[in-house]
C-alpha cells in the first residue's frame, strides 16, 4: 500500500462508541472507560457534533457525581467546528487537519453522518505499514445503552452508615 494513496476511509476506525449530546459528562467517562478509547464523538443521531477527548473531559471535571450528572457534555465542546473528513480524503490531509486544528482525531462523514475516526494512532499505524486492508463495509456507531444515575448518600438520622 502506498501512503501516497492512502484515504481516511482506508484507515479509520469503523466501529465508534459514541455519547449522545444531552447525555452527562459520568457517563461519558464511564462509556471511555468501558470501551478504552480516548475520544468519544459527541452525536446528534448520526451527526456528529464534535470529539470530546478524555483530557478536556478531565480538565472541566468539577464537583462530584450530582454535578457531573447534571449538565450535558455538548456544553464541554469547543465553540470552534471540529475538521471533518470524507472517505476519499487523502491521509496526508487528514494528518494537515490534525495539525492546523491542533487535535488528534478527525471525525469521517458521509451525507448519512459520522461513519469513521481517524485518530493519531491511526495515522501511526498507516505510517508503519499496519493499515487495515480497505473494505466496503460501514462504520458502526454505537451510543450508551444504559443510563448512569449517581446513588448519593443519605443523611441517617439513625446515626449509622
Keep these: 500500500m502506498n501512503m501516497e494513496s492512502l484515504t481516511a476511509g482506508q484507515v479509520m476506525t469503523r466501529v465508534l462508541v459514541a455519547v449522545k449530546a444531552g447525555e452527562s459528562p459520568?457517563?461519558?467517562w464511564e462509556l471511555m472507560r468501558r470501551a478504552q478509547v480516548h475520544h468519544l464523538p459527541v452525536v446528534d443521531g448520526r451527526?456528529?457534533?464534535?470529539i470530546l477527548t478524555r483530557e478536556r473531559l478531565a480538565a472541566s471535571w468539577s464537583g462530584g457525581p450530582q454535578e457531573q450528572s447534571s449538565r450535558p457534555v455538548r456544553t464541554l465542546l469547543g465553540r470552534d467546528p471540529a475538521p471533518r473528513a470524507r472517505q476519499d480524503t487523502p491521509l496526508s490531509r487528514v494528518a494537515a487537519l490534525m495539525l492546523d486544528a491542533g487535535c488528534d482525531a478527525v471525525p469521517v462523514v458521509s451525507d448519512d453522518g459520522l461513519v469513521g475516526l481517524v485518530t493519531a494512532r491511526?495515522?501511526?499505524?498507516?505510517?508503519?505499514?499496519?493499515?487495515?486492508?480497505?473494505?466496503?463495509?460501514?462504520?458502526?456507531?454505537?451510543?450508551?445503552?444504559?443510563?448512569?444515575?449517581?446513588?448519593?448518600?443519605?443523611?441517617?438520622?439513625?446515626?449509622?452508615?
Design 26 to 28: 459520568l457517563m461519558a
Design 47 to 50: 451527526h456528529v457534533l464534535g
Design 122 to 161: 491511526d495515522v501511526l499505524s498507516a505510517v508503519a505499514g499496519r493499515a487495515r486492508p480497505a473494505t466496503t463495509e460501514p462504520g458502526e456507531v454505537v451510543t450508551g445503552m444504559f443510563h448512569l444515575e449517581p446513588v448519593l448518600p443519605h443523611d441517617n438520622p439513625m446515626g449509622g452508615a
